[in-house]
């Protein structure tokens, strides 16, 4: 008897990854899946927080994906490794702050440490050739395969046979007959492939899974970097720009002011890191204020702001609450901003 091969798939949770794992299943592979968090991914408690989303499922499309082919999902955490990809990469950025093409590389490589280590045959990932600009392209699916050092042992099954033959392959460990040779952005052949092997309720079919390919989101990063005065992040960073309007009266201070409840009780968990306010004579939203420095003068600015986004809006004053860095309370009775008064520049 031969020894079951054994292929690693990239999950993202979408459909493409989905089908991608499927079908080298059925040719009796052994298949397990990983997923990379960067905590860039759209997906996750963005969905759990805004009411606006309660009608969306309340899950992580990666294992989602993981139960509907019933395989072992191995989700690793590459936050701080890939921080040199999101701010230093080889090949540029996409429309956006979306490293793309080098994101692909790096993961593709991530993989190929694993399979090396646990004794796997080889990669698959969901690749459609045409489907993205930058990372999908007939002529950046070979330097992910060599700059990754995968080399071809990464085989794209929904378009294996658009490119020249793999490992996989040749060694017979699957047939290229039955791979396929999709391309372009429709992807009515993978939901034609979904409906075939019964996938129904899968993430939308054309949606990202990166928020650094939201023009809004990189702008608010761009905006981060500015004011700091380096490109540098942390995790708590960037799931901060996910939530929230960002205003900036001050190229100096920014104010993150929710939107709804479900905001206001995520923002209330950074209350001990951050300058905040709240309303108190009208229900309003909280506040976290990013300031290198921030005096009375900017404390009645950012009252009268986070006010014209209160209940308050349209009364002569509102009372505010403002909690500075050492943690001692303040009071300011104040005149909601008008609309007219706050730039359009503000908004971020």
């Known amino acids: 008897m031969t020894t079951p091969r054994k292929a690693l798939a990239l ?109 796997f045959d080889f990669i698959i990932t969901g690749e459609v050739i045409g489907q993205r600009p ?8 070979p330097v992910v395969a060599d700059q990754s050092g995968a080399g071809d042992r990464l085989l794209r099954p929904l378009c294996a046979q658009n490119l020249p033959q793999t490992m996989p392959e040749r060694e017979g ?41 939201d023009e809004n989101y990189s702008h608010k990063l761009g905006d981060l970097w500015q004011a700091r005065g380096e490109r540098r992040y ?19 201070f920014k104010m993150i002011i929710s939107r709804e409840e479900g905001e206001a009780r995520f923002l209330e968990g950074y209350r001990k890191q951050f300058r905040h306010m709240r309303t108190v004579s ?15 003068e900017d404390a009645q600015i ?9 209940q308050g809006r349209d009364a002569p004053s509102v009372e505010v609450e403002y909690i500075d860095e050492l943690g001692v309370a303040h009071g300011f009775t104040v005149p909601p901003m008008s609309p007219a008064q706050i730039p359009k520049e503000w908004y971020l």
Request: aromatic letters at 8%; glycine letters at 8%; one cysteine or more.
């Open 11 to 119: 999950i993202s949770g979408g459909l493409d990854s989905l089908l991608a794992a499927r079908v080298i299943q059925e040719q009796g592979i052994h298949v397990e899946g990983v997923n990379f968090f960067t905590g860039f991914c759209v997906e996750g408690h963005t969905h759990a927080i805004r009411k606006k989303d309660q009608a969306k499922p309340k899950r992580n499309n990666a294992l989602w994906v993981a139960e509907q082919l019933g395989i072992k999902l191995h989700i690793v955490d590459i936050v701080e490794e890939y921080k040199d990809v999101v701010l230093n990469p080889t090949h540029g950025y996409g429309a956006n702050l979306n490293p793309c093409l080098d994101c692909k590389i790096f993961m593709v490589h991530k993989a190929q440490e694993w399979i090396d280590k646990h004794g």
């Open 173 to 213: 460990w699957v047939d290229r007959e039955r791979l396929y040779g999709f391309s372009g952005r429709s992807r009515k052949p993978q939901m034609a492939l979904a409906k075939q092997y019964g996938f129904e309720d899968y993430a939308t079919p054309a949606g990202g899974c990166c928020f650094l390919t």
């Open 234 to 252: 942390e995790l708590d960073d960037i799931m901060l720009l996910k939530v929230g309007r960002h205003l900036r009266p001050r190229p100096y």
């Open 282 to 296: 009208h229900i309003g939203p909280m506040a976290l204020i990013d300031a290198s420095r921030f005096d009375q």
């Open 302 to 310: 950012a009252a009268s702001l986070l006010a014209r986004f209160s």
């Open 134 to 141: 930058m990372s999908q392209r007939k002529d950046t699916m």
